[in-house]
């Protein structure tokens, strides 16, 4: 199956290929994404394209595992091409390929870390050191925080000759509805709402039934695929975990305004600000901005939200009980820490879902949407907010704002709230949409001053 911008990514490394000169396209994103898929895919698109993926490692030792996958060792002695340097100019003397060779360096932060050597030898060989041979060269990698920290210090004057920083996006949630024909939709939203567009963590969830069932065999069980997944996760991506999981467990449990911050971890606000900084640029946070907010309404100003929904689930859920998950069995940690507040937890990516799917025109109501936002406020939010390719006029007024009450019954009090949240962010929407699964209570009217209201379900 094609992931989002597969197409893009493609013709991108067709066009390097075809530019004269020899060049570097840096290609990155997440693991479980496919990115090793589309690499392997090229080995049969261009006949003298070559693949290496890096481990931890010497230099010594990654330069012998290096030699056998790109010139292998057939009539070659243990001594011989043991150098990043030797290897390139094997590479470069070979007749057997004409034209632009690609060469693929899979994990390729791990060739960095050890020391330089790797680095200037590649620079060597795009300097035609080695010969006149032209390369494009791929490097690519799962660790964002290797891509927004020390990369461009890492490849000093190489990072000159890089042609493209091209990043793998996640599935969206219509993406992950057609990987599998055997799950309903709203099987798939519980998988999606746990681990976002990622296909791999998908595939393994499918021999679990329920979302319980996901949750206790992937998240709380020793051998389940994200037990230690917070944890581990920031220790791999950045220095200092400790300070930056307590932020991500603040975020997590609803404290989302740099002040909340500051009051209850304890760090000054100057560096919080830093470490929120650098959890952006590894898309594990993302700064909320209210549409149409201004000064004086009742909108809240710099809230933060965690983006990867696996370590959302784990800093609100597990990270706090890891001891208690120690000394009790799963299922009884999960009817005590997680089930009473699962359903509260899924209306927000009840509202991710939602916003997909008006934005790629799915809801009949918002068929000329073209970018949805949100409102975040003090006594309430509109979560999503759709906008047409005009701006959504004065006040709002061509927007479609969506509410969610995805498992509760609609009630009167209900619509009242939302009719008083419009009314504080100042916005007069032409339609208002309520999705939910569970419909509205018999006799409640359904009635906005001003807007069209519909109630509708996404998950049928």
């Known amino acids: ?9 493609l013709k991108t490394i067709e066009t390097a290929k075809e530019k004269s000169g020899s060049g570097i396209l840096v290609f990155y994103g997440e693991q479980g994404l496919g990115k090793t898929s589309l690499l392997l895919s090229l080995l049969n698109k261009y006949p003298y394209a070559k693949y290496y993926q890096a481990v931890p490692a010497s230099s010594v030792q990654q330069a012998l595992f290096m030699r056998e996958a790109l010139i292998g060792s057939k009539g070659l002695k243990r ?3 043991t150098t990043y340097d030797a290897i390139f100019e094997k590479l470069s003397k070979d007749h057997h390929m004409d034209g632009r060779q690609v060469l693929i360096f899979d994990e390729f932060d791990y060739l960095l870390k050890a020391d330089d050597t790797f680095m200037n030898s590649l620079i060597g060989l795009l300097s035609g050191t080695y010969g006149q041979r032209e390369y494009l060269v791929i490097l690519c990698t799962s660790s964002l925080g290797f891509v927004a ?5 890492k490849m000093g004057r190489a990072a000159l000759m890089i042609q493209g920083l091209l990043k793998m996006k996640e599935f969206g949630f219509e993406d992950m509805v057609n990987m599998s024909d055997k799950l309903s939709k709203t099987e798939v939203f519980y998988r999606y709402a746990l681990m976002g567009g990622r296909p791999f963590p998908f595939q393994v969830s499918m021999k679990y039934e329920s979302m319980r069932d996901i949750i206790i065999g992937m998240f709380l069980r020793r051998d389940g695929l994200f037990y230690d997944y917070g944890i581990k996760y920031i220790s791999e991506q950045l220095r200092e975990p400790g300070v930056y999981a307590t932020i991500l467990y603040l975020i997590a449990n609803g404290n989302t305004k740099l002040n909340d911050l500051y009051a ?3 760090f000054s606000r100057a560096k919080i600000s830093v470490y929120l900084k650098n959890l952006i640029e590894l898309d594990l946070v993302e700064k909320v901005y209210s549409f149409g907010a201004s000064p004086r309404d009742d909108s809240l100003k710099g809230v933060y939200r965690i983006s990867n929904p696996m370590v959302n689930f784990w800093f609100r859920f597990l990270y706090e009980n890891r001891s208690r998950l120690d000394v009790m069995d799963e299922e009884t940690f999960f009817d005590k820490y997680i089930m009473n507040d699962l359903s509260e937890y899924l209306e927000f990516y009840y ?11 799915k809801v009949s109501a918002a068929a000329d949407i073209r970018k949805c936002s949100e409102w975040v406020g003090k006594t309430g939010d509109i979560p999503v907010i759709g906008i047409p390719a005009d701006g959504g006029g004065r006040k709002g007024s061509e927007t479609v704002c969506a509410f969610m009450s995805r498992a509760k019954k609609i009630d009167a ?3 009242e709230n939302c ?18 699964e569970a419909g509205v209570e018999e006799g409640v009217e359904i009635k906005i001053t001003h807007s069209n209201v519909l109630v509708t379900g996404i998950l049928n």
């Open 264 to 266: 209850l971890s304890g």
């Open 79 to 81: 001594s011989e091409y």
């Open 1 to 9: 199956m094609e992931f989002p911008g597969m197409l893009r990514i």
């Open 413 to 415: 009090d209900y619509i």
């Open 419 to 436: 009719a008083l949240i419009l009314k504080k962010a100042s916005l007069k929407p032409r339609t208002v949409i309520i999705f939910s």
């Open 351 to 361: 509202g991710l879902v939602a916003s997909q799917l008006m934005t790629a025109g």
């Open 149 to 153: 920290g020390t990369m461009s210090k």
